[in-house]
């Protein structure tokens, strides 16, 4: 069975222009990583899920320590990255967050070290300009925000 992901992408009209709600991934392998390091609020489509969307809105407040914001999603449509189908949903959200508090995975580290740590999924979020998270986006999730441009090009948004 293919591996399937739910997303959630939040945007607004800031000072900067549209901007995105991003995350950067988390762990000693992107810890002084910038560009491609980070990745829309996503996790895994559980059996147990209702819908996709209460998937993306469970991982989101499991990655942001917050749930995601009352909102009107919309299905942005699915895409292939990574060996995943990510199915994505946005909505123009005006979000800030306290303290980013997400959930942890283990990994042994140093490699080969037989030391197991714990590492934040995600160990930074925020809004960023259209443009800058085109670059700081994973490269297989850039397509994601040319779906958003459209949409918004569609219904005359900025």
Same mark, same amino acid.
């Given at each position: 069975?293919?591996?399937?992901?739910?997303?959630?992408?939040?945007?607004?009209?800031?000072?900067?222009?549209?901007?995105?709600?991003?995350?950067?991934?988390?762990?000693?392998?992107?810890?002084?990583?910038?560009?491609?390091?980070?990745?829309?609020?996503?996790?895994?489509?559980? &059996?147990? +899920?209702?819908?996709?969307?209460?998937?993306?809105?469970? %991982? !989101?407040?499991? #990655?942001?320590?917050?749930? $995601?914001?009352?909102?009107?999603?919309?299905?942005?449509?699915?895409?292939?990255?990574?060996?995943?189908?990510?199915?994505?949903?946005?909505? &123009?959200? +005006?979000?800030?967050?306290?303290?980013?508090?997400?959930? %942890? !995975?283990?990994? #042994?580290?140093?490699?080969? $070290?037989?030391?197991?740590?714990?590492?934040?999924?995600?160990?930074?979020?925020?809004?960023?300009?259209?443009?800058?998270?085109?670059?700081?986006?994973?490269?297989?999730?850039?397509?994601?925000?040319?779906?958003?441009?459209?949409?918004?090009?569609?219904?005359?948004?900025?």
């Amino acid at each position: 069975m293919a591996v399937r992901s739910a997303a959630i992408l939040l945007h607004r009209r800031g000072a900067r222009g549209r901007e995105v709600w991003i995350a950067h991934m988390g762990g000693p392998f992107w810890a002084r990583k910038d560009e491609g390091a980070w990745t829309l609020p996503k996790g895994l489509v559980e &059996e147990d +899920d209702v819908d996709d969307l209460a998937a993306a809105r469970r %991982e !989101f407040a499991e #990655e942001m320590g917050a749930p $995601s914001p009352d909102a009107v999603y919309v299905p942005l449509g699915e895409f292939r990255a990574s060996g995943k189908t990510f199915v994505v949903f946005a909505a &123009e959200a +005006d979000f800030e967050l306290a303290e980013l508090v997400s959930n %942890e !995975f283990e990994v #042994e580290w140093p490699p080969r $070290s037989g030391v197991i740590r714990t590492f934040p999924e995600v160990d930074d979020a925020g809004w960023h300009p259209l443009a800058v998270a085109h670059t700081k986006l994973a490269k297989g999730q850039r397509p994601i925000l040319d779906a958003l441009v459209r949409l918004l090009d569609e219904y005359g948004s900025d």
